[in-house]
Nanobody
Framework: QVQLVEFGGGLVQPGESLNISCAAS????????MGWYRQAPGKRDLVATI??????NYANSVKGRFTISRDNAKNTVYLQMNSLKPEDTAVYFC??????????????WGQGTQITVSS
């Protein structure tokens, strides 16, 4: 099976920076797209995605402030968040589109990590 575990998160003040990461493990043959999503009360929204080739996509609300990256050898995706705003407060989830050598292939999600931006 495949598991995704997120690291980082917590309470920061407006204008500060934070880096979170997500490591995938298990019966992974390869990972196509990895991404970050966030959920405040309401629906889960895309934050950023990155393909195995490094092509990135960002939500308009985070362009220029957030940077997504990945280490394919470690099956890990990172999100560097700068100039954080109170409206960035949410639970952040990572997602990976996994090709598994055993068990089901498809989308896997992490458990989520809370980020609160408040003075």
């Amino acid at each position: 099976q495949v598991q995704l575990v997120e690291f980082g998160g917590g309470l920061v003040q407006p204008g500060e920076s934070l880096n979170i990461s997500c490591a995938a493990s298990g019966t992974i043959d390869s990972i196509r797209t990895m991404g970050w999503y966030r959920q405040a009360p309401g629906k889960r929204d895309l934050v950023a995605t990155i393909t195995a080739d490094g092509e990135t996509n960002y939500a308009n609300s985070v362009k220029g402030r957030f940077t997504i990256s990945r280490d394919n050898a470690k099956n890990t995706v990172y999100l560097q968040m700068n100039s954080l705003k109170p409206e960035d407060t949410a639970v952040y989830f990572c997602r990976a589109d996994v090709r598994a050598w055993h068990g089901p292939s498809g989308d896997y999600w992490g458990q989520g990590t809370q980020i609160t931006v408040s003075s």
